[in-house]
């Protein structure tokens, strides 16, 4: 597992399941909203790749507007297995990027996106989780679920941290943007 730092060219954003039916029970929903919108909304600023899961979408609706509106070039893959590494489109698509690393955020974090996560570790991702971007019903289990993903060697960090990395230094270009994005 690389600690490395973050990069544009080298780095794409996983977004688990943020759902109409599914969001509402989160434990903390106006944070996890809040900063995973800013940093969405952060990769689509920097130029970034974005993809966007739903759990069976008919069951559990589609993604909140609060979060899809964020970024208009992010792409959307529906699922029916809780790790998205198990569907054959999501590969694909993460594959098509070819980025080293990924950032995973989303939810529920004890289920889907534990298990996406693991599974892209052992696929030989550097795995990179924005703790203040990641829910569950229970805070006990999304504590629980960032402590296995640590261990297994996912880097835990935080949205501003994410962005901040990948934009070096206050000469880039949206250094005002992201600046405003975070306050």
């Known amino acids: 597992m690389s600690?490395?730092?973050?990069?544009?060219?080298?780095?794409?954003?996983?977004?688990?399941?943020?759902?109409?039916?599914?969001?509402?029970?989160?434990?903390?929903?106006?944070?996890l909203i809040?900063?995973?919108?800013?940093?969405?909304e952060g990769f689509d600023?920097?130029?970034?790749?974005?993809?966007?899961?739903?759990?069976?979408?008919?069951?559990?609706g589609r993604t909140i507007p609060e979060i899809k509106e964020r970024n208009a070039h992010a792409e959307i893959i529906e699922k029916n297995t809780f790790s998205a590494w198990d569907n054959a489109e999501f590969v694909d698509l993460l594959r098509k990027y070819n980025k080293p690393n990924a950032v995973v955020v989303g939810i529920e974090a004890h289920v889907c996106e534990q298990q996406t996560v693991l599974d892209m570790l052992e696929e030989g991702y550097n795995v990179y989780v924005a703790a203040d971007c990641v829910a569950s019903r229970s805070e006990?289990?999304?504590?629980?679920?960032?402590?296995?993903?640590?261990?297994?060697?996912?880097?835990?960090?935080?949205?501003?941290?994410?962005?901040?990395?990948?934009?070096?230094?206050?000469?880039?270009?949206?250094?005002?943007?992201?600046?405003?994005?975070?306050?």
């Open 34 to 40: 809040d900063k995973s919108g800013r940093l969405i």
């Open 140 to 183: 006990f289990d999304r504590d629980v679920a960032i402590d296995r993903m640590r261990d297994a060697g996912a880097v835990i960090t935080t949205y501003e941290s994410i962005l901040f990395d990948i934009l070096k230094w206050s000469k880039a270009e949206e250094f005002k943007q992201i600046s405003k994005l975070v306050k």
């Open 45 to 60: 600023i920097l130029g970034m790749p974005v993809i966007i899961t739903e759990q069976y979408p008919k069951g559990l």
């Open 3 to 31: 600690t490395k730092r973050l990069k544009r060219e080298n780095c794409i954003l996983v977004a688990i399941d943020y759902q109409e039916r599914l969001v509402p029970a989160m434990c903390g929903k106006e944070e």
